[in-house]
């Protein structure tokens, strides 16, 4: 078992990828949140290398890229994430102590954060964060003499003397344990995880951040019990859960009794020995969080022979921490939409690893629709964490920005932000509840044409009254041209411009309610006869009093001649012209009081019988 477990393999270098990624983002969380202090405990450090026992005298491994770093055992992995992440935030506390002092300014010495009480603090330094000096325990655990041995030479390559570093702004210190991880657990109980320190900005005793990698090979150093210390607030742990051996070492029942905390694994019986497996994962992440985690996520990882061998069980209180680690299961999956390993598929198809990202996004963006359509006023951060925490997917704001070209998501009216696709977290959206809404949106924010434009401004703001051109945001104003032509737009009462066709931005219009309140509206507006125009002007004007005709704007003087003629309009008392035109319409009224200035009132409809002359 020892020679199989130092063997190196592919997935074991996946399997060293993902606590690679996950601490990269992990130590800097919680600095940057300001925490002081950080632990990182590995259960089963071995000799921090693989290949060679020791690492080359000279050899500089805090340079190395991701590629080199999955060489590294999980020992100088951790110290590699940490020293990288230190060097980091000293440039950072070295930026801040440039900038001039003040709170526009917010610049503060790094020698006035070292010696200011946690209590002086003041509001530059609240907002900043960061507080010197930050420093970090690192516990190797390893039974074994030798090997011992080789871990320290390797992890002396991190360290000037007495294996720990101390610059006055960031400090660690590596604490070695030669004994079994079970017997080094009281004192690491004690001495880190029950450790609560005040926090500077919150001003309380909070648990110190740990971070666990617990990778026995077997079963029985890892009682529930033991583990349950690691889980809990400021806390996460990522654990291998050797689920072959449940099958091999049945009998052994005391021992993976005291694995699961529990007896019900023994009722798991699937025939497929797969399916079995995945029992053992889902229970065990139930017991974990039953236990103390809120969160947990499993990646499986299978052999040459494509068999399934172990899960990897990420366990964790925080869901900022929970999407960074599916983001490094992400790097080493080979299905966008399963966390899993198969070294099988490398062996087949002779490829070489990666450790990329490779998501498909418009298999997410479809995700989303499905488990939103037809739901209004939804927040970017409630889609971030419905992804993160109910699928398999990394939340990425592109698959929004590709539901917005389609048309199946839409910004809520007068919330939409300054630049186009840009989605910040507390943003609401709409989605589309068919894909026959989607289309017809889809003309409205990606249209290609001003046609297609014109038809998505019609489908979402039919029946609107007062609408700013400014809120509506036209690609082309040619399309607001061609719905006013459409009689679907008409300019608000006494807004009307000097320009036909003029859309500036300040300027409300209204929508039409219907298609056929458009047609008559589009007798009004763009009337190809006189009597157009006459229809057009009865069905927008009847039963109004007092309009004034240089407010109507005709197109044909003569259309009004036609609605007296009908007696659908007649003149307000006082305002009658001094002549009329004649049959024909041919004499305009052209005195002081011509029809132009005259005021004219319709006749509702119930009214056209009573009169039998006009006035």
Known sequence: MAAFCNKDTEHGRAKRVILHKTLQAWFPIYFNRGFRRVNYIDGFSAAGVYGETELARGDNPITRRVNEVCEMGSPLIALHDLTKCFAKLTEQLEYQATLPPGPEGEGISIQELLETPDKALNERQLKYGLRPPLMADIVLVEKEADVMQYLRNNTGAWNSRDYQYDDGIVKYKIHYKQKTFQEAHQEINENFLRVKDQH???VRDVPRPTFAFIDPCGYSHTPMDMVQNFLGENKSALINLMVQYFDRFKADQGNIDSLFGCQEWRRITAEDCEERYISYAKLYEEKLRERGATYTLSFAMKDKSNNLMYYLIFATNDKEILSKAKEAFNRVTQEGDDFKFNAFYIKKNKRTLTWLNIQNNEDLAFVIWEDFRGREAVRVCDINDHVTLDTPYIFRKAALVMLYDQGMVSYIEGAAPAKKHDFPNELQINFASSEEEAAKLRKLQNPGTPEEEAEGIWFKYQRRKGIRVGDIKPRWKEALVILYDQGKVSYIEG???????????????????????????????????EEQEAEGIWFKYQGRQAIMVRDIKPKWKTSLKILLDKRQLHYDEGHEPRRLVNHRGKCLFSLAHDLHHSAIAFYPTEFLGMFSTWV
């Open 495 to 529: 807004a009307q411009q000097d320009r036909r066709h003029s859309f500036p931005d300040d300027l409300e219009i209204d929508f039409a309610l219907t298609e056929d309140q458009a047609t008559e509206l589009k007798h009004l507006q763009n009337p190809e006869t």
């Open 200 to 202: 500077p900005i919150w």
